[in-house]
C-alpha cells in the first residue's frame, strides 16, 4: 500500500506543478502583449493633440466563454512624441460596463473608470491580473 501511494505521488505531484506553470505561463498576460489587440470603439485626442487613446474592445469566442475585455492603448499623433504606438496603458476584463468611461485629465495623464494613468509612467498602467 506504500508503494502505490509513493508512485501515485511521485507521478501526481510533477503532473500537477507542470500543468500549474504552464496554465500560469497562459494567463499572466503582459500589457505589450495586448498593443495593437481588439476592435477600436473611440478615439480621444490629448488636449494638446499629440497622443490619442484608442478605446479598444477584446471579443474572443463571441463572448460565449469569455468576458469583453477593454483596453485603452496611447499612440502618439506628432513624430516628435513617438515613444507610443499603439501601448496598451489599461485592461480590464471585469469591467460594469461594456466601454470603458475614458477623458484626458492634461497633455500626459488619463482617467479610465476612475483609474488615473499618466501614460508616460508605465508603472502607473493599469493591469486588471495585478490588482
Known sequence: MKRLKFWLLAIVFPFVIINGIILYNIININLSDLNGEGRIVSTINSPDNSYVAEI????????????????????????????????????EIHAESETPKVSWLDDDSLNVNGIIIDILKPETYYNWQNQ
Do not use: C
Open 56 to 91: 479598444r474592445l477584446i471579443d474572443k469566442n463571441g463572448n460565449a466563454t469569455t468576458p469583453i475585455q477593454q483596453t485603452v492603448s496611447i499612440s502618439a499623433i506628432n513624430a516628435d512624441y513617438n515613444l507610443l504606438s499603439e501601448e496598451t496603458v489599461y485592461w
